[in-house]
């Protein structure tokens, strides 16, 4: 069987999940599909995926194969294309799904877009929870931390700090936080996509590693509420910075525990493929890269 035809369908399937689903991608037929597979493996002499009659997965040999394969695969299709690519324009539409809390960071950068490229068509959503780029045909996602697929490249844009505030109100009612184990005892608002679940690390101000494990009463995907919610003098919440920088200049939240520096995040774009990006890919992702450190100062204030 041609190798290169093999190698593209074991890459499908492992992105679609499926041979069904890689076949349909294809305009090939299931059995073809896993032929070609068969064909891999039978050269290769080891088992790329474990197949189950629910699902498919990848054996340890099979993930250093497709993360090489899809390399190869970028390579020859940018190979073919380089020469019609490299004079493109950003054209057709444009799929980005953004955190909620990234659209006014991302809104110039999609107005300009608009505005330079009459070609160029944006469709773009925003919510909290995590999107399957491929399943769901986004283009590009923007988070304001790493998706747990390692198959996905991740571009990082800046960097920001969470910091750990409360309000008045809530210190006249329950004491000043003094030390860091002190949160154990405190009602701590808690963000669902936060990395490292109910653990809130730190580094001290001789930059050893510092962390709590916290609890609370109210736990949510959304940076609005937790911040509404230290505002009304409800919990001890961690924030990001740029969410609150005007609650704690205005003397609306305090910031606790200023020794100790929450963990640098990373603000990300990311999409599927390294290689061969379409134009309009590239040239967001340029201009999301170029927008970021004009703004970097405002995203993370504490730095």
């Known amino acids: ?131 399957d780029l491929i399943e769901e045909g986004y283009d590009v996602a923007l988070r304001m931390t790493a998706p747990p697929d390692s198959s996905l490249i991740v571009r990082s844009l800046a960097t920001w700090r969470h910091v750990l505030c409360c309000s008045h109100d809530y210190l006249e009612r329950h004491g000043r936080v003094q030390k860091l184990d002190e949160l154990t005892a405190h009602n701590c608002a808690r963000h669902l996509n936060f990395p490292f679940g109910d653990e809130w690390r730190f580094f001290d101000r001789k930059g050893a590693p510092a962390s709590v494990r916290v609890s609370g009463r109210f736990v949510t995907n959304s940076g609005e509420a937790l911040r509404q919610v230290a505002l009304e003098g409800a919990a001890v919440c961690m924030m990001a910075g740029f969410l609150v920088q005007g609650d704690l200049d205005a003397g609306h939240l305090v910031r606790l525990l200023p020794e100790y520096r929450p963990v640098e995040m990373s603000m990300n774009a990311v999409y599927p493929h390294r290689h061969h990006l379409s134009a309009k890919v590239r040239t967001f992702i340029d201009m999301l890269v170029h927008h970021s450190a004009e703004q970097q100062k405002l995203i993370n204030p504490y730095a």
């Open 1 to 131: 069987m041609d190798r290169f035809t093999s190698l593209t369908a074991f890459a499908r399937v492992v992105e679609t999940g499926g041979f069904s689903a890689a076949a349909r991608k294809l305009n090939m037929s299931t059995t073809m599909v896993s032929n070609h597979v068969q064909a891999l493996e039978d050269r290769l002499g080891v088992r790329l995926l474990n197949r189950t009659t629910r699902r498919v997965s990848l054996t340890e040999i099979g993930k250093a194969y497709y993360d090489r394969a899809t390399q190869i695969l970028g390579d020859l299709e940018q190979a073919d294309d380089i020469a019609s690519e490299l004079q493109s324009v950003p054209r057709g539409t444009l799929r980005i799904h953004v955190a909620t809390h990234m659209v006014p960071f991302a809104a110039p950068v999609v107005a300009q877009l608009l505005s330079t490229y009459p070609d160029l068509k944006i469709d773009l959503r925003m919510g909290e929870a995590e999107v």
